[in-house]
């Protein structure tokens, strides 16, 4: 068996819908298929958390654009047929659910609320798929996928999902199961999620307890580039990568892939694809286990809309293991991402993705013991394999707010 997944942009419209179903269809193994919420319903259901959380009526007014937008899909799939039982009823519970009274955890909240993309996403393909004569079942991964109670960056259970994804995901009674990332459950069935973009992450999860022969990513590039095409100029393609290899990327921010994804499919020894569903035809980037030394360009990553938070004691004690372990460890504490780190004799230096209301909880907190210099909207730039005359080109009439370098790669923190 396989496992597919398709993120947001794959199923953004009805005839993107279509699309991946053909993709699915012409495959004849057995696949579990992990399909993310449509277009950019995340980032607006983000919105609703929002304003259902403070209370405002806007919450209606938003959850009205959510509607409307899967309607126009919905239409565009099953005419005049309509609305589909299973979505309708979904739709249902998240008008009861912004009825009610919000808990106090804003995090619950979100993880609460959120899932409803991937929920509507994933029926509506589904039925589909059914009606259009592609038998498949629906599976809420809730059901299946376990974790802690650490709401908007939960943790797996891996030994209790283990036992429930092979037995919920038996290919007794279908070829084809559609579900959804990014979200599993706590013991009293309360819904979590594994962090923004988390939908590969569930796919790994998938192939590894499953024992795929493949896990495959579908995106809207011919596989993994060198740099992000939209944003860089004479990207060039690149053919295969060693798990390490992808773990860098991903953990320096490049978004084609999850970085918690590699782990569960290096230990099981399963290849990963990044493949274009636009042209499916095409073998994509394999990512896999090499032995061997290959030769890689320069890859580019950038990671835009990062703050550099400069934290200095007041009374000009030096920065200390002690410092360090009390500022991660808030950070850690408040979800907050810390992309790179450096310290000098009375300075500590955090790179962060941090909102505006991120950064006034954390000045609040932090400045009763330091003064705190701030700067928002730097682009980190990670460089693998870079070269000077790379480094050179790089940094040509930008600001550089913060650098470092090791053997392999080169991270500078600059304003464009």
């Not at 495959?216 to 990568?241: N, R, T």
């Not at 920065?319 to 907050?336: E, M, P, T, W, Y």
């Not at 730097?378 to 913060?402: A, G, N, P, Q, S």
Request: glycine fraction near 6%; charged fraction near 25%; include cysteine.
């Amino acid at each position: 068996m396989k496992v597919f997944k398709f993120g947001g942009a794959s199923v953004k419209s009805a005839g993107a819908v279509r699309n991946v179903c053909g993709i699915i269809q012409r495959e004849p193994e057995q696949l579990a298929v992990v399909i993310s919420a449509m277009g950019n319903s995340t980032n607006l259901l983000e919105t609703l958390v929002r304003a259902y959380y403070d209370q405002s009526e806007r919450k209606w007014e938003i959850a009205k654009q959510f509607r409307d937008y899967h309607m126009e899909v919905i239409e565009g799939l099953f005419g005049e047929k309509g609305m589909p039982q299973g979505v309708y009823e979904l739709f249902t519970e998240l008008e009861h659910k912004l009825k009610t009274r919000p808990a106090y955890d804003y995090n619950f909240e979100y993880d609460q609320i959120i899932c409803y993309g991937e929920l509507i996403s994933t029926r509506i393909v589904s039925d589909y798929m059914n009606a259009a004569g592609q038998p498949n079942k629906w599976m809420d991964v809730r059901s299946s996928l376990k974790t802690n109670d650490t709401y908007r960056d939960a943790k797996v259970d891996w030994e209790w999902t283990d036992e429930l994804v092979k037995e919920d995901f038996n290919f007794s009674d279908t070829q084809v199961y559609i579900t959804q990332g990014f979200m599993g459950s706590t013991s009293t069935n309360m819904t979590t999620t594994l962090g923004r973009e988390g939908s590969d992450f569930t796919a790994a999860i998938l192939g590894s307890v499953l024992e795929a022969e493949s896990v495959s990513i579908w995106k809207d590039v011919p596989g993994i580039m060198s740099a992000d095409p939209k944003k860089m100029k004479d990207s060039v393609f690149i053919s295969e990568l060693s798990y390490k290899e992808a773990v860098e990327m991903t953990h320096s921010g490049a978004k084609v892939i999850h970085p918690k994804t590699m782990q569960p499919l290096h230990n099981k020894g399963i290849p990963l694809l990044v493949r274009s569903f636009v042209s499916p035809d095409d073998p994509g980037t394999v990512i896999h286990k090499i032995d061997h030394r290959i030769e890689l360009p320069p890859i580019f990553i950038l990671k835009e809309n990062q703050v550099l938070i400069t934290l200095s004691a007041k009374d000009f004690s030096i920065i200390s293991i002690n410092d360090i372990d009390r500022v991660v460890n808030f950070l850690i504490g408040k979800l907050i991402k810390v992309t790179l780190m450096q310290q000098s004799a009375i300075d500590l230096n955090i790179v962060a993705d941090a909102t505006d209301e991120d950064l006034e909880e954390v000045f609040g907190e932090l400045s009763e013991h330091y003064k705190i210099r701030y700067n928002t909207g730097l682009t980190l730039v990670t460089i693998r394999h870079y070269t000077e005359d790379v480094l050179d080109w790089m940094v040509k009439e930008k600001d550089i707010y913060l650098e470092q370098h090791s053997r392999l790669t080169a991270r500078m923190l600059i304003k464009e």
